[in-house]
C-alpha cells in the first residue's frame, strides 16, 4: 500500500513538473522578463551578499587568529564588531593603496602627454607644408575651391537645428547619467548595509535557515543540501584566497622583471597588473594595456619590450601559475580550470568566469563523491555475491566428506 502511494505521488510530481516547463517554454518571454525584474530588484541584496562573502575572509581570520583568545562569550558581540571594524580597514587599506599608486602617476603621464601632443601637432603641420610644397599642383586646386558656391542660410539652419538637437540629447544624457549615479549610491548603501548585517548575524541567519530547510524539507535532502552548501562554501573561499595569490605572485613577477631590465613604473604596472589579475586569464591584459601606454610616453622602444616581457610572463602564468594555483586551491584539474574560465567568459563575460571556477569545481567534487560511492557499493555487492557462492560450495564439500 505505501509503495503504491509513493508511486503516485512520484507520478503527480513528475506531472507537476512537466507541466511547469511546458508553461515556462510557452511563455519564455515573461518568464525572462519577470527574472529580469526580479534580479533587477534583488541585485543590491546579491551584491551585499557577495561583499559579505569576500568580506567574511579577513573577518574569519581575524576572529579566529587574532582574537582567538577572547573566549568570554558574554562580550561575543563586541568581539564580532571590532573584527567586521578591522576588516573593513583592511579592505579600505587595500583600495587606497592600489588608488594611491595608479592614479597619480596616471595623473602625471596625462599632464605629460600635452606637450607631446602639442609637438606632434607642430611636427604633423610642418609635414603638411613641405608636403605642399613638393606637391604643387594641389595647391592649384584652391581656386576651383573658391568658386562653389555655398547657401550659408541652409547651413547655417542645418547647424541650429544640430545644435538644438544636440543640447536636447546633452541635457537628457547628464539627467540619465545623475540618475544612474543616484540609483548606484542607493544600491550601494542598502548593498553595504546588508553586508554588515549578514556578517553580524550570519550564525543566527544560519541557524533559522536550518529550522526553515528541516520543517519543510525531508532529512535526506536538507543534509544533501547543506552538504552542497559547504561544498560551495569551501570553494568559492578557496577559490578567492587563491585568486589573491595568484594575482600577487604576477604583479611580483613584472615588478621584479621590470626593474631587472630597468623598465620605468615597474612598482605601479605591477601592481596595477596585480589588481586586474583578480579578473581570471584575460585581467592582467588591461593591465598591459595601461602599462604600455605609460612606457610609450617615456619610451616606445621600451613599450615593445615591455610588451614581449608580458607575452612571456603571461604564457607562464596562464599555463602554469594559474592552473596550478588556483586549481588546487579548489581542487580542479588545470584542464576543467581553463574549460570553465572558456564556457563561462563565452556565457556571460567576467562575472562567469569568477562563478564557473568554483561552481565547477563542486559539481566536480559531487561527481567523485557519488562515483566513489558507486564502486564502493559495486564491490560490496560483489563481495557478497561471492560470499554467497563460497558458502554452498563449502557446504557441498561437507556434505560430500560427511557421505564418504
Excluded at 595568484?246 to 612598482?267: C, D, K, N, Q, W
Excluded at 581542487?331 to 568566469?353: D, E, H, Q, T, Y
Aim: positive net charge; hydrophobic residues 55%.
Amino acid at each position: 500500500m505505501n509503495e503504491e502511494k509513493q508511486k503516485v505521488k512520484m507520478v503527480r510530481g513528475l506531472i507537476l513538473f512537466t507541466g511547469l516547463v511546458c508553461l515556462g517554454v510557452l511563455y519564455i518571454k515573461d518568464v525572462c522578463m519577470v527574472a529580469m525584474l526580479a534580479l533587477g530588484i534583488l541585485s543590491p541584496f546579491i551584491m551585499g551578499g557577495a561583499v559579505a562573502f569576500v568580506l567574511n575572509l579577513p573577518m574569519r581570520f581575524i576572529e579566529n587568529k587574532l582574537f582567538g583568545w577572547w573566549k568570554n562569550e558574554k562580550y561575543a558581540g563586541v568581539k564580532r564588531s571590532v573584527s567586521i571594524l578591522l576588516a573593513l580597514l583592511f579592505a579600505g587599506a587595500v583600495i587606497a593603496f592600489a588608488v594611491g599608486m595608479v592614479i597619480p602617476s596616471l595623473t602625471e603621464t596625462l599632464l605629460e602627454m600635452g606637450p607631446v601632443i602639442q609637438s606632434f601637432m607642430q611636427s604633423a603641420w610642418n609635414e603638411l607644408q613641405q608636403f605642399l610644397k613638393e606637391n604643387p599642383e594641389l595647391l592649384e586646386q584652391i581656386p576651383v575651391l573658391e568658386d562653389i558656391k555655398l547657401d550659408w542660410n541652409t547651413i547655417v539652419a542645418y547647424v541650429t537645428d544640430f545644435l538644438k538637437n544636440g543640447m536636447i540629447h546633452m541635457f537628457s544624457a547628464v539627467f540619465g547619467i545623475a540618475g544612474g549615479i543616484a540609483s548606484v549610491l542607493f544600491d550601494g548603501v542598502i548593498a553595504f548595509v546588508f553586508a554588515i548585517y549578514l556578517l553580524a548575524g550570519k550564525e543566527r541567519l544560519g541557524a533559522q535557515v536550518r529550522r526553515i530547510v528541516s520543517a519543510y524539507l525531508p532529512d535526506h535532502i536538507g543534509e544533501k543540501l547543506f552538504h552542497v552548501q559547504s561544498l560551495c562554501n569551501q570553494n568559492f573561499a578557496k577559490f578567492i584566497s587563491g585568486q589573491c595569490l595568484e594575482a600577487v605572485i604576477l604583479g611580483t613577477m613584472f615588478t621584479v622583471a621590470m626593474s631587472v631590465f630597468r623598465m620605468p613604473y615597474a612598482v605601479l604596472i605591477g601592481v596595477l597588473i596585480a589588481f586586474t589579475a583578480l579578473i581570471p586569464y584575460v585581467g592582467a591584459f588591461i593591465g598591459c594595456v595601461v602599462g604600455a601606454f605609460l612606457i610609450l610616453m617615456v619610451s616606445p622602444l621600451q613599450a615593445v619590450g615591455f610588451l614581449i616581457l608580458f607575452l612571456v610572463l603571461q604564457q607562464i602564468e596562464g599555463n602554469l601559475i594559474y592552473p596550478k594555483v588556483v586549481g588546487n586551491s579548489v581542487g580542479l584539474p588545470a584542464i576543467w580550470v581553463l574549460v570553465a574560465v572558456s564556457v563561462g567568459g563565452s556565457m556571460f563575460g567576467i562575472p562567469g568566469m569568477l562563478l564557473f571556477i568554483p561552481l565547477l569545481s563542486t559539481c566536480y567534487s559531487l561527481l567523485r563523491e557519488n562515483v566513489n560511492f558507486r564502486n564502493k557499493r559495486a564491490r560490496a555487492a560483489e563481495a557478497a555475491k561471492k560470499k554467497k557462492e563460497e558458502i554452498p560450495a563449502g557446504r557441498s564439500k561437507k556434505n560430500s566428506a560427511k557421505q564418504s
